[in-house]
């Protein structure tokens, strides 16, 4: 199944290089979860790239042609391959990335690292990122590049639109793989894919995370005193990224919410499922938010009644479509004919980094 066009995967793979056009053959590697590796694997396969070394959460592969890094909505990052190395002594790992930046023009703007998803997101608490060990490798890396290779003054900082980024994942911490890739996307910009972000008090539950991943990749324009509904909102997650933005928000769960959202005066809830609520409810609303643990055809006909009331007028939805298991994904353009139908204005999916075995449609109406 081939679900690598730009337009889907909300990327531009003719800017992902991060060096000159080459002329000769190509190589990459890529970032995706664990377990979403056959995705990636058959999405380039369909554009050509042979494949080479992987591990779960890895991907690297070469095309006979000159060819920008792919893109797809399960690949998390895309660089060009400078290489890799093996030794359980880091400076000789260093050692062989200081040859392999030799090829570059420097100094380059970035350094990200960061360690591949060692297992699925979620289990046993698993969240995707950087870790104690990448963070350390990070330090000694800056610190022995040094200035004439690298313009940051710290590593895995934000990259800005058009800068260049040294990649470094560690497979394995005794082995490296090196790339080069420049910044576009907002998760282009972001070291390994995954949003750095400090929430203000401990979030009630990963839903914060998801919220705050899919907000920003959309590009939606959530202001403060805005009204935002979200569809699953138990136990608040979600709800308390959007109240720390400044919104009003409207939660839509037949169960409890934490005390913490449901005492908030900015939030009200209704307990109770969201086709069985007056669209009155919801006028003025301008976002929506679904997350919930009902099948993804159900989801999109809630939505589809929901954006349909005269009642109503929302200018952008997130919504979770939950796969239960990555060979479903072969029904992701089926679900996206169906919300071509709603004549969006735009339309993109992503398998957000804190996503799980789902994915993220953001529709701006």
């Known amino acids: 199944m081939n679900q690598s066009s730009p337009s889907a995967a909300g990327t531009d793979p003719s800017t992902q290089a991060g060096t000159a056009r080459r002329t000769g053959p190509s190589y990459v590697m890529l970032s995706c979860a664990h377990g979403a590796e056959g995705l990636v694997k058959s999405t380039i396969a369909d554009e050509g790239w042979r494949l080479s070394f992987s591990r779960p959460g890895f991907v690297t592969a070469k095309h006979d042609q000159a060819h920008s890094p792919p893109s797809g909505i399960f690949i998390r990052t895309a660089s060009q391959s400078l290489g890799s190395g093996k030794s359980g002594d880091a400076d000789e790992l260093i050692d062989r990335l200081l040859e392999a930046t030799d090829s570059l023009e420097l100094p380059v703007d970035h350094l990200h690292v960061w360690p591949r998803d060692r297992a699925p997101i979620g289990r046993f608490d698993f969240e995707p990122g950087p870790d104690e060990v990448s963070l350390a490798v990070a330090d000694r890396i800056h610190a022995r590049l040094g200035p004439e290779r690298l313009r940051c003054a710290t590593p895995n900082e934000i990259a800005q639109p058009s800068q260049r980024v040294l990649d470094v994942v560690l497979v394995d911490p005794s082995q490296w793989f090196f790339g080069i890739h420049t910044a576009t996307t907002l998760p282009s910009r972001w070291p390994g894919g995954v949003q750095p972000v400090s929430p203000a008090y401990e979030p009630i539950s990963r839903a914060y995370f998801k919220a705050a991943e899919s907000i920003a990749w959309s590009g939606f324009d959530l202001r403060p005193d805005d009204l935002a509904v979200e569809v699953g909102s138990a136990p608040g997650g979600a709800c308390g990224r959007l109240l720390e933005m400044g919104l009003h928000v409207i939660g839509v769960d037949p169960a409890d919410m934490d005390p913490r959202i449901a005492d908030h005066p900015r939030f009200i809830h209704y307990a109770a499922r969201a086709g069985d609520l007056p669209r009155r409810v919801f006028r003025g609303a301008k976002w929506l938010l679904v997350d919930s643990t009902v099948k993804p ?60 075995c789902e994915v993220c449609f953001a529709v701006t109406l």
């Not at 060979?327 to 799980?356: D, G, M, S, T, Y």
């Open 297 to 356: 055809d159900a989801t999109l006909s809630t939505v589809r009644n929901l954006i349909d009331s005269r009642d109503t007028s929302f200018r952008g939805c997130l919504i979770t479509m939950k796969l239960g298991d990555y060979e479903r994904a072969e029904q992701i353009p089926r679900w996206q004919r169906e919300v071509q139908r709603w004549r969006p204005k735009k339309l993109e999916v992503r398998h957000l980094a804190r996503n799980r």
